[in-house]
Each structure stands twice: as C-alpha cells, then as structure tokens.
C-alpha cells in the first residue's frame, strides 16, 4: 500500500497502474493480484488505513479538549488532531478527499465517526455555556467545517502561508462557528 500511495501521489489515480505499483513495492505483479485484484482495491485499502488511523488520533484527542481551559484552547487541540490524523503527503490527501470513490461501507465509517465528533462536540458547547439550542447543528457545521478547512488549507497552504498560521485561522474560523 505504500507503494500504491507513492505511485498515486507522483502520478495521479488515473495514470498509475499495478504494474508500476509492482515495481516499486519490488513483487511480481501476481503477488500483487493475490491481494489486491486492482488499483482501486489498493486505494480502498489505503483509505481505510488512513481512516482508522485518523479515527484513533482524532478519538484520543478529544479528552485534552475536554481538559482545556477555554473553548479556543479546546477548539485547537481538535484541529491539531485533526490536522495530525492528516498528516502525510498532500497529494495523497487530495486523492482520497477529492478525487477517490467512496465504498459505501467507507462512506459509512466516515459518517459515524463524524456523527460521534458532532455529539461530542455538541455535549462540550453546552458543558462550555453555548446555548443548547441550536448546538447539535452548531456542532455538525463546526466538525465539518474543521474537516474541509483542514484538507483544503491546512494540508498544502497557499504560498507564503505557514501550516500554522492556517491552523490558527482555522481556530478562529472554527470559535466563530462555536460562539455564534
């Protein structure tokens, strides 16, 4: 799989094939088609691992949020998760994030985990004094606002824009959205 991801990152989705991919894990392509019968099957695989291990650092941060001592503090820990969850080759990131189909059982493991971030959240906006309201929807939007600001600018900043100078805008994107 990490020779899929480096061949998908140097040459796109499209353009890689398992032969290249073969070559540069150094198998013989039939031992690739003993495990992955095609390219997709590699990607799905990459994403999955990608999105168990974000799952797990997103999940494990959410108690030092908890622990923060103001709602901008906690806002933080979570982005800085989130951007760690994310961490890696960015062209590898806009594959999965733009351009790769989902399996809807994918799909699936990414909606729960985003419904379990908007309860979380929602729980910590009220517990933060947010009024409870309107703070599931509050949440929804602030958890996916994260998600899209994290792939869309923090992963690969414009020119002349730190990572984290894009982490703090998305900090203060993010409070807004939370105190609104």
Do not use: C
Not at 63 to 74: G, V
């Amino acid at each position: 799989m990490d020779a899929a991801a480096d061949e998908f990152a140097e040459h796109g989705f499209t353009a890689a094939t398992t032969t290249s991919i073969a070559a540069r894990a150094g198998v013989p392509i039939g031992s690739l088609y003993q495990w992955f019968p095609d390219k997709e099957a590699l990607l799905y695989g990459i994403a999955d691992r990608h999105l168990t291990e974000g799952a797990s650092i997103v999940l494990g941060a959410l108690d030092h949020a908890q622990a923060a001592p103001d709602l901008e503090s906690a806002v933080r820990v979570l982005v800085e998760a989130t951007v760690e969850a994310n961490g890696g080759d960015p062209r590898i990131h806009r594959i999965l994030y733009r351009e790769a189909p989902r399996p809807p059982e994918l799909q699936a493991r990414l909606a729960t985990l985003e419904e379990a971030l908007t309860a979380w959240v929602s729980d910590e906006l009220i517990r933060r004094g947010i009024a409870p309201e309107r703070s599931s929807l509050r949440a929804r939007t602030l958890v996916l606002t994260v998600e899209a600001l994290v792939h869309e600018l923090v992963l690969d900043p414009p020119a002349g824009i730190t990572q984290q100078v894009a982490i703090s805008e998305v900090v203060t994107a993010a409070v807004a959205i939370a105190q609104a």
